[in-house]
């Protein structure tokens, strides 16, 4: 057995042991707001609820290990003292990794993602409209558990108001564990879904993905493009040149002699059965064909 003491490992090598050790583990989709009222949107795996009386959630926004700054999120509670915690099911799990990208300050996430802001009742920051449960919150809390990268902030939430998708109720009015189908979060790029076991997402670029916002409306808005698969079109860094597309397009000629004049349904049903495979490129040399 290889053994090791905590301060015989970087910072960085103990996070990622610990993150693959504990795991899987929920995922707190935070939506806050900052003093200004821009919205913020993050994910967190540091995550769980602790109390019923009163109702208690506790997530951990920490420390960013490389150069010890903070997260918007944890600026942001400790400013307004609220936030609505969102659970993530398999329907919106690109999206939620995308917004885990770090753009810059004043950027809008749910605009990146391609996810809808819906306004709470009690509180000011927003829900996320696609998650099947939200959680308003107020925060009564934050604890600090260090000052170097890497450091927990245990920020604990009461909830004053939750929403429930009725799609998710069974007919005695309980949650339906098999409808929510919910993922959780394990190290490295993998997840687990509570009704099929382990998958891998690419972690987020390193730089900046092109986001949602950025789509063609008739990307944007289509009828057959599922949230994950807008999720996977988010994140590539910049989208295929003319020439790749052209090249691309003469490869699959033979297969799909018709693609140049299929309709925008079909060119998009045809990149939607590429992303099930992985394959972004491909799907977006399709839907710009």
């Known amino acids: 057995m290889t053994s090791f003491e905590p301060k015989e490992l970087s910072t960085g090598k103990l996070h990622g042991y610990l993150l693959s050790a504990v795991a899987p583990r929920p995922i707190a989709f935070a939506s806050t707001i900052d003093a200004n009222g821009a919205p913020n949107l993050s994910p967190f795996s540091f995550f769980n609820v602790f109390s019923a009386n009163p109702p208690i959630l506790i997530f951990s926004p920490a420390r960013r290990v490389r150069d010890n700054t903070t997260k918007h999120t944890l600026e942001n509670v400790e400013i307004t003292k609220e936030v609505v915690i969102n659970v993530v099911n398999y329907d919106l799990v690109h999206q939620m990794s995308l917004s885990s990208t770090e753009y810059p300050t004043g950027v809008n996430e749910f605009e990146k993602a391609g996810l809808?802001?819906?306004?709470?009742?009690?509180?000011?920051?927003?829900?996320?409209?696609?998650?099947?449960?939200?959680?308003?919150?107020?925060?009564?809390?934050?604890?600090?558990?260090?000052?170097?990268?890497?450091?927990?902030?245990?920020v604990i939430c009461e909830v004053v108001k939750l929403h429930i998708d009725n799609d998710v109720l069974n007919e005695d009015n309980i949650i339906d564990q098999e409808k929510l189908d919910l993922v959780a979060r394990a190290g490295g790029s993998y997840y687990s879904r509570a009704r099929n076991g382990f998958f891998e997402i690419p972690?987020?670029?390193?730089?900046?993905?092109?986001?949602?916002?950025?789509?063609?409306?008739?990307?944007?808005?289509?009828?057959?493009?599922?949230?994950?698969?807008?999720?996977?079109?988010?994140?590539?860094?910049?989208?295929?040149?003319?020439?790749a597309i052209k090249t691309f397009i003469a490869?699959?000629?033979?297969?799909?002699?018709?693609?140049?004049?299929?309709?925008?349904?079909?060119?998009?049903?045809?990149?939607?059965?590429?992303?099930?495979?992985?394959?972004?490129?491909?799907a977006w040399k399709i839907l710009l064909s």
Do not use: W
């Not at 297969?255 to 394959?279: C, M, Q, W």
């Open 203 to 243: 972690k987020p670029l390193t730089t900046l993905g092109i986001g949602v916002d950025s789509f063609p409306e008739e990307i944007k808005n289509s009828m057959v493009l599922t949230g994950n698969d807008l999720g996977m079109l988010g994140n590539v860094e910049q989208l295929p040149t003319q020439e």
């Open 251 to 282: 490869e699959i000629s033979e297969r799909y002699p018709n693609i140049v004049d299929a309709s925008t349904r079909e060119k998009h049903k045809l990149a939607h059965n590429y992303l099930s495979f992985g394959d972004i490129q491909s």
């Open 116 to 154: 809808t802001m819906l306004p709470s009742d009690l509180v000011k920051p927003f829900r996320v409209a696609e998650s099947p449960i939200q959680l308003e919150c107020r925060v009564n809390n934050v604890v600090k558990l260090g000052t170097e990268g890497g450091a927990g902030n245990l």
